[in-house]
């Protein structure tokens, strides 16, 4: 799949197709069914398609101040569009020269001179342009102009609720990893680099693969079990603190898996972490042996988690 720059002109074998357009920050299902819709039309219809995507969000540019809260990165975003089916996600990057494009300005000279769409699909909720003066009827009628069809999805429910990805941060800010997942489709996942660390757990005979969140969604503080994607492809499965760290001064705020039954170096690969279970709250213990007691404990609880 190609990755694609939403300032520069698309390539003339991408051209003429079937644009998804939204954040997909989560990809979670309402964001599939947009995607799926793409993808089924420009199959009926010879085309490629494109998964247009905004980064930053356009939150981030708004309010920067605004605390990490995104589900996906980019790299995350790629592979996911891929795996829909798309033939290449194009990234907006959402800055003051975006942010002041009025609706029919965004129309004209990215969806039409730049990336030459022949269709393009999105959400019902869908808004654009300066002061968000574009909604999916202003982009119905800028397509009937400037010769582009456009689809609207209707929004996808789960037990009687809309889909959204304020429903899945909700989840995963109360420790409820796997009502996210059933919303997303798969386990909400951490990507980053390993860190060397204080090696308390190696200590203790439980070493840590140390990754910070930058900016991700903070989920609740406390412990996890997790499955993992190596950067060699390999998954392997474990038990994760996420939290500050409170036996550890000063607090630093890190994701730490310890793999079962793996042996090597991870230090600087990328791995992918999974959060499939909350276990328990994050607690400071009044000694070292009472902590590795909690963590054999928290590892068979793991497992049993994982096998469920």
Same mark, same amino acid.
Do not use: W
């Given at each position: 799949?190609?990755?694609?720059?939403?300032?520069?002109?698309?390539?003339?074998?991408?051209?003429?197709?079937?644009?998804?357009?939204? !954040?997909?920050?989560?990809?979670?299902?309402?964001?599939?069914?947009?995607?799926?819709?793409?993808?089924?039309?420009?199959?009926?219809?010879?085309?490629? =398609?494109?998964?247009?995507?905004?980064?930053?969000?356009?939150?981030?540019?708004?309010?920067?101040?605004?605390?990490?809260?995104?589900?996906?990165?980019?790299?995350?975003?790629?592979?996911?569009?891929?795996?829909?089916?798309?033939?290449?996600?194009? =990234?907006?990057?959402?800055?003051?020269?975006?942010?002041?494009?009025?609706?029919?300005?965004?129309?004209?000279?990215?969806?039409?001179?730049?990336?030459?769409?022949?269709?393009? =699909?999105?959400?019902?909720?869908?808004?654009?342009?300066?002061?968000?003066?574009? !909604?999916?009827?202003?982009?119905?009628?800028?397509?009937?102009?400037?010769?582009?069809?456009?689809?609207?999805?209707?929004p996808v429910a789960a037990e009687g609720e809309v889909v959204s990805s304020s429903r899945i941060r909700d989840a995963l800010r109360q420790g409820q990893p796997r009502e996210a997942a059933a919303l997303l489709t798969r386990p909400f996942a951490i990507e980053g680099v390993v860190e060397g660390g204080a090696k308390l757990g190696r200590q203790l005979g439980y070493p840590t693969a140390n990754i910070r969140l930058g900016s991700y969604l903070r989920p609740r503080y406390g412990v996890y079990a997790v499955r993992a994607r190596l950067a060699d492809g390999r998954m392997v499965e474990g038990v994760a603190n996420f939290g500050i760290r409170p036996m550890i001064d000063p607090p630093e705020e890190l994701l730490e898996p310890y793999f079962f039954d793996f042996s090597g170096d991870l230090y600087g690969q990328m791995v992918e972490v999974q959060l499939i279970d909350f276990l328990r709250d994050e607690a400071k213990y009044d000694d070292l042996d009472t902590l590795k007691a909690q963590i054999a404990r928290d590892c068979e609880d793991a497992k049993a988690a994982l096998a469920y």
């Amino acid at each position: 799949m190609e990755r694609l720059d939403g300032a520069a002109s698309v390539p003339a074998h991408l051209r003429g197709g079937i644009v998804a357009l939204g !954040n997909f920050d989560g990809f979670h299902r309402g964001h599939q069914a947009v995607v799926g819709r793409a993808v089924a039309r420009a199959r009926d219809e010879g085309r490629p =398609v494109i998964v247009a995507t905004f980064d930053p969000h356009p939150v981030r540019h708004f309010r920067p101040d605004t605390p990490p809260f995104r589900l996906t990165t980019l790299d995350q975003r790629a592979r996911l569009f891929a795996a829909a089916g798309a033939d290449a996600m194009l =990234v907006f990057g959402f800055d003051a020269a975006l942010a002041s494009l009025s609706a029919r300005e965004f129309a004209q000279q990215r969806l039409v001179e730049l990336i030459g769409a022949g269709g393009v =699909v999105t959400g019902a909720d869908f808004t654009f342009g300066k002061g968000r003066d574009g !909604n999916v009827a202003v982009l119905a009628a800028l397509g009937a102009e400037l010769g582009f069809s456009v689809d609207t999805v209707s929004p996808v429910a789960a037990e009687g609720e809309v889909v959204s990805s304020s429903r899945i941060r909700d989840a995963l800010r109360q420790g409820q990893p796997r009502e996210a997942a059933a919303l997303l489709t798969r386990p909400f996942a951490i990507e980053g680099v390993v860190e060397g660390g204080a090696k308390l757990g190696r200590q203790l005979g439980y070493p840590t693969a140390n990754i910070r969140l930058g900016s991700y969604l903070r989920p609740r503080y406390g412990v996890y079990a997790v499955r993992a994607r190596l950067a060699d492809g390999r998954m392997v499965e474990g038990v994760a603190n996420f939290g500050i760290r409170p036996m550890i001064d000063p607090p630093e705020e890190l994701l730490e898996p310890y793999f079962f039954d793996f042996s090597g170096d991870l230090y600087g690969q990328m791995v992918e972490v999974q959060l499939i279970d909350f276990l328990r709250d994050e607690a400071k213990y009044d000694d070292l042996d009472t902590l590795k007691a909690q963590i054999a404990r928290d590892c068979e609880d793991a497992k049993a988690a994982l096998a469920y």
